[in-house]
């Protein structure tokens, strides 16, 4: 009854592209991600994905259509092994668990925590979860990647890992939609920037014209 969540918000990503969400608490910014990867329906707008209509269809569909993402907090299975944990979301692209299980290794190591494969989810420091929960998305070898925060909590080093990993990732082909709150990280990677306010656009643009736009700065 109060503000929509996301107002005529549009955009577009092409492959090979870093794209930018950020706005203040409660802006929206989380609400696009989970309509465009299938945990929300929208009430009007359009989802395309690779010129095909998506719009309501659930994740696990556009998963085979070729959309990972990852969350605020990192969500890993209870109990089970960091492999295992990988190859399951590798399942339902491969005809047997051998097979997830090698495309699970190959994300480990490309994401260079492949020494973890043998141990426990259970007790991972807030870093490497969110290596595990990215392998988790990169697994699946998707088109679109969309990233909730993926910055939190991470030190400088790990931050600056973490960017070198995701623009190497956008110069293989991936269109990459990033939600962050560290300008410091999100402003050097990506190419345009959007920024809701009240579910609106505020600022669409280049990230180099972000800190001089009056509007953000006030949002």
Not at 69 to 93: C, D, I, N, Y
């Amino acid at each position: 009854g109060g503000v929509r969540a996301v107002d005529r918000v549009s955009l577009g990503r092409r492959p090979g592209t870093i794209t930018g969400l950020i706005g203040p608490n409660g802006s929206g910014k989380s609400t696009v991600i989970n309509l465009l990867s299938g945990l929300e329906r929208p009430d009007a707008g359009r989802v395309r994905l690779g010129g095909q209509d998506v719009t309501g269809a659930r994740a696990d569909r556009l998963a085979r259509a070729g959309l990972a993402r990852s969350f605020q907090a990192a969500t890993l299975p209870a109990g089970a092994g960091v492999l295992e944990a990988v190859a399951a979301a590798r399942l339902a692209f491969d005809p047997d668990a051998a097979t997830a299980e090698a495309h699970a290794r190959w994300a480990l190591d490309r994401l260079g925590v492949g020494e973890l494969a043998g141990q426990s989810c259970d007790g991972l420091p807030a870093a490497l979860r969110r290596r595990v929960e990215l392998a988790r998305a990169l697994v699946r070898r998707p088109a679109v990647l969309l990233l909730d925060e993926p910055a939190a909590g991470l030190t400088d080093g790990e931050k600056a890992d973490l960017a070198e990993l995701l623009h190497n990732l956008a110069e293989e082909g991936m269109a990459i939609l990033l939600v962050e709150h560290d300008m410091g990280f999100l402003l050097p990677l990506a190419g345009r920037v959007l920024c809701l306010d009240r579910g609106r656009v505020i600022y669409d643009g280049p990230a180099d014209g972000v800190r001089r736009d009056q509007a953000v700065a006030t949002a």
